[in-house]
């Protein structure tokens, strides 16, 4: 496998982007320290008591990874991280492979034509009001996303497995890594997580994997992090619906 060198037009974007994320990083470790000082629960989390809706999801795994792969027969029309997040070309255009992430609902804003693919999602989702994002991220054949951090803890991030590509030893080949403990997830199981915990991808294999990422509203905060939770979305949904990004596939 050979990497290819980030097109001219990526390099430009990440260099136009620089001051901007370094605004956004500034704001992201403001926010995590508020909520740093007030919470004190490990990266990886308990799914029965932080997100129980999550075994539907689990359950249902074979369904939704159906619909992805239904998803993914269109690969090159599905938008690459950055395209949508321009904040996130660090992590995403840093090694000319492609991440790419079919998003289906961002913070309660949702994108109906990209729902309407996959019912079975859009209906779980729809009985489950915590969560507040529904991507599948595609992560192409050698893909490396660096070691970052998520910007604030009021959410936390939800990861179930639905194509793994295996090794030669026939190990899951993408190793998930959350504050230092690397994590090899089979299909079908669920993670959840602090992302505001440094966390990294790798992987190593010649196939793409495939997973659904959730953004799930976080239980049992302080009142004053439950209000800033709720301001901080709200913020976010307008940025989303003011820049008309643009999702569709």
């Not at 000082?37 to 308990?46: G, K, M, S």
């Amino acid at each position: 496998m050979h990497s290819r060198e980030p097109s001219a037009a990526e390099t430009q974007s990440i260099r136009a982007n620089t001051a901007t994320n370094r605004l956004y990083e500034r704001g992201a470790r403001l926010i995590r320290g508020f909520y740093d000082r007030r919470l004190h629960e490990p990266a990886v989390l308990d799914v029965a008591r932080y997100f129980p809706d999550a075994q539907r999801f689990a359950a249902n795994w074979q369904m939704l990874r159906a619909e992805a792969l239904h998803v993914a027969a269109s690969v090159a029309r599905i938008p690459r991280f950055h395209e949508v997040m321009r904040e996130q070309a660090d992590i995403s255009a840093n090694d000319g492979r492609d991440w790419r992430m079919y998003i289906m609902q961002a913070y309660g804003v949702r994108f109906e034509t990209n729902m309407a693919r996959c019912p079975t999602l859009a209906a779980l989702v729809a009985q489950s009001p915590d969560v507040l994002s529904a991507s599948f991220s595609l992560l192409a054949p050698g893909k490396h996303i660096p070691p970052h951090r998520g910007p604030f803890r009021g959410i936390l991030r939800g990861y179930l497995v639905l194509s793994m590509p295996r090794d030669a030893q026939g190990r899951p080949a993408a190793t998930l890594t959350v504050d230092g403990q690397p994590y090899r997830l089979q299909e079908g199981e669920f993670l959840l997580w602090d992302d505001t915990f440094e966390h990294e991808v790798n992987n190593v294999s010649d196939q793409t994997r495939i997973v659904l990422l959730l953004d799930v509203r976080r239980a049992g905060m302080p009142i004053v992090l439950r209000l800033l939770t709720r301001g901080i979305i709200v913020l976010v949904r307008c940025g989303i619906r003011l820049r008309g990004t643009k999702v569709a596939v």
